[in-house]
C-alpha cells in the first residue's frame, strides 16, 4: 500500500511538473480515459509493428479510430529525442534500458495500475535497475542480448547425440568440461564439415566486452554483485575465477587458425565471429542475438539450431548480460491519460503476440507471470525466450557523485579486452590480469565520480 501510494504522489507530482492533468482511470473498464480530441503517436523500430499497434489500438477503441498514430524511430537515443524534442516527439516511446535513468525528468510517472503491471509481468531486476529511485516511468517489454546456441545439424552429423537436459543443452556437452574435452580431442584430428576442416569449438569473445562477459561468470562472480555504484568487484577471487577458465579454454585450444595454431586473442572480437558462426556454420556452439536473422540463416544454410542457458564450469552456469527494450510516456504529451492508456494496451498479451509476430523481439516476462503468450511456430523465439531467463541484467546505476556517467562505463573504458587478450594468449597470469583490473578500475571511478 506504501508503495502504491508513493507511485500515486510521484505520478501528481510529474503531471503538475508538466503543468498536466494526471491520467484518470477507470475501474468498470480497468481502462484509462482518453481525452476528447486526442491524437497521440508511437515510436517504434518496426514499421510492420507500427503499423500492427495502430491496429489494436483502432479495435479496442472503435470511437476513438485514428487517434494513434505511428513514427519509424531506433530505440537508441530515443529518451535523449524526448528530451530535445519535447512534444515534438512521440508520445509513446520504445526505448532501451540503460537510456532511461538519464531522461527521467523527461518522462511521465507510469500510474499505479501500470507500475502494478511491471512489478507483477517482468522480471524483478529488469524493472527496478531501469527505473531512477523514487520514480517508475519505465516497464521492461522485449529481451535484448545474446543466448547460448548449438548447431543440431553439425553435431548429428558428426555422429554426437542432440538429446536435451531440462534446460535444453544436448547433455554430450551441457558443461565446459565436455566441450573443452571435445576441443582437445579435435587437435589432432579435425573434422570434416560441408567440405571444410571445423578449427572453433565455440568463438569467443574476449575484446569485444559485452560478448566476453559471461566468460568471467565462470566462477560466479558478477559485475556490481554487491549493488555498490563504486565497486564492480574485480578484486573478488571469482573474478579471478573467470580469467582461469579464459586461461583453460586456451590451454584446450577452443579455436585454431587454418594452421592448426592457436587464434590470437587480438583476433577474438565478438559480434563479427557471431555473424560468421551464424552465416557460415564455423562452429558447434556459440551466442546469437536478438538483432540476428537467427531463421533466415537456418532457412539459407539448410540447417537446425538450439537454444539454451549456457553450460556450466565447475556447477557454475555462465551468464551473458542482458537488457531490455520497453516502452516510455514522453513527459511533454498534451494527452497523459490517452497515452497511458495507449501504454496499458502495449503490455496486454495481445499487443505481446503481435510483438512476435511483427518484430525481431522477445517478450521479457517472468516466470509464473499472470500473462502468458503463445509463440505460435516460431519456436526459435520461444527457446530463445526460455534461455534469457538465465542471464544477467546489466546493472544500470550510476556514479554517486557524476550522473551522467554510468558506473557500467568502467568496464568499457578501461581495456578489459587486452586484458582477457594477454591471459588468453599466455602474456599474462590470471592473477597478474585481476591485478591490473584492479588498480585501472580504481584510477577511472575516482577519476570520473566527481
Do not use: C
Not at 503543468?19 to 491524437?39: C, L, M, N, R
Not at 583453460?248 to 587464434?263: Q, T
Not at 564455423?282 to 553450460?311: C, I, N, R
Not at 530463445?384 to 546493472?395: C, D, G, L
Request: glycine share 6%; net charge neutral; hydrophobic share 40%.
Amino acid at each position: 500500500m506504501k508503495i502504491i501510494l508513493a507511485v500515486f504522489v510521484s505520478l501528481m507530482l510529474t503531471a503538475a511538473a508538466f503543468g498536466q492533468s494526471a491520467p484518470v482511470w477507470i475501474d468498470s473498464t480497468h481502462s484509462f480515459a482518453i481525452e476528447p480530441g486526442a491524437k497521440i503517436s508511437v515510436a517504434v523500430d518496426s514499421d510492420a509493428w507500427g503499423a500492427a499497434i495502430v491496429a489494436m489500438w483502432n479495435k479496442a477503441h472503435p470511437n476513438h479510430q485514428g487517434a494513434v498514430t505511428y513514427i519509424h524511430a531506433d530505440a537508441t537515443g530515443a529518451t535523449d529525442k524526448i528530451s530535445q524534442l519535447q512534444d515534438s516527439f512521440a508520445d509513446v516511446v520504445l526505448a532501451i534500458d540503460s537510456e532511461v535513468s538519464r531522461n527521467a525528468q523527461s518522462l511521465l510517472a507510469l500510474d499505479p495500475h501500470l507500475v502494478w503491471l511491471g512489478q507483477h509481468v517482468t522480471q524483478p531486476p529488469f524493472f527496478e535497475n531501469a527505473n531512477p529511485a523514487g520514480s517508475y516511468v519505465y516497464i521492461p517489454l522485449a529481451y535484448n542480448g545474446m543466448v547460448f546456441a548449438y548447431n543440431k545439424t553439425m553435431l548429428e552429423k558428426l555422429g554426437y547425440s542432440v538429446r536435451t537436459d531440462d534446460v535444453n543443452l544436448p547433455r554430450e556437452f551441457n558443461t565446459w568440461e565436455k566441450i573443452f574435452a571435445l576441443a582437445k580431442k579435435w587437435k589432432n584430428d579435425r573434422p570434416f564439415y560441408r567440405g571444410k576442416h571445423v578449427n572453433i569449438v565455440f568463438p569467443m569473445s574476449l575484446t569485444e566486452v559485452w560478448s566476453a562477459y559471461p566468460s568471467l561468470t565462470a566462477d560466479g562472480w558478477e559485475i556490481y554483485g554487491d549493488g555498490n555504484p563504486l565497486d564492480p568487484g574485480f578484486e573478488k577471487a571469482s573474478f579471478r575465477g573467470g580469467l582461469d577458465f579464459i586461461k583453460e579454454a586456451s590451454k584446450a585450444d577452443l579455436w585454431v587458425l587454418a594452421n592448426g595454431r592457436r587464434i590470437p586473442g587480438s583476433s577474438m572480437t565478438g559480434l563479427n565471429n557471431w555473424d560468421d558462426w551464424l552465416n557460415n556454420q564455423t562452429a558447434p556452439f556459440s551466442l546469437v542475438g536478438t538483432w540476428q536473422d537467427v531463421k533466415g540463416a537456418m532457412e539459407k544454410g539448410h540447417y537446425k539450431l538450439g537454444f539454451a542457458a549456457m553450460p556450466t564450469w565447475q556447477g557454475n552456469r555462465l551468464t551473458p548480460f542482458v537488457g531490455t527494450k520497453g516502452f516510455v510516456v514522453n513527459g511533454f504529451t498534451h494527452y497523459p491519460s490517452a497515452a497511458e492508456e495507449l501504454y496499458r494496451l502495449l503490455y496486454t498479451r495481445e499487443a505481446m503476440e503481435t510483438m512476435i509476430k511483427t518484430s525481431s523481439y522477445l517478450p521479457a516476462l517472468r516466470k509464473n507471470s499472470p500473462i502468458s503468450v503463445s509463440y505460435g511456430n516460431d519456436w526459435v523465439k520461444e527457446e530463445m525466450a526460455k534461455a534469457f531467463q538465465y542471464s544477467y541484467p546489466e546493472p544500470a546505476y550510476f556514479l554517486p557523485n557524476n550522473q551522467y556517467r554510468k558506473a557500467m562505463d568502467v568496464y568499457y573504458n578501461i581495456p578489459m579486452g587486452q586484458i582477457y587478450s594477454d591471459v588468453w594468449d599466455g602474456k599474462k597470469t590470471p592473477a597478474e590480469g585481476q591485478a591490473e583490473a584492479v588498480t585501472l578500475a580504481k584510477k577511472w571511478l575516482a577519476d570520473n565520480n566527481k
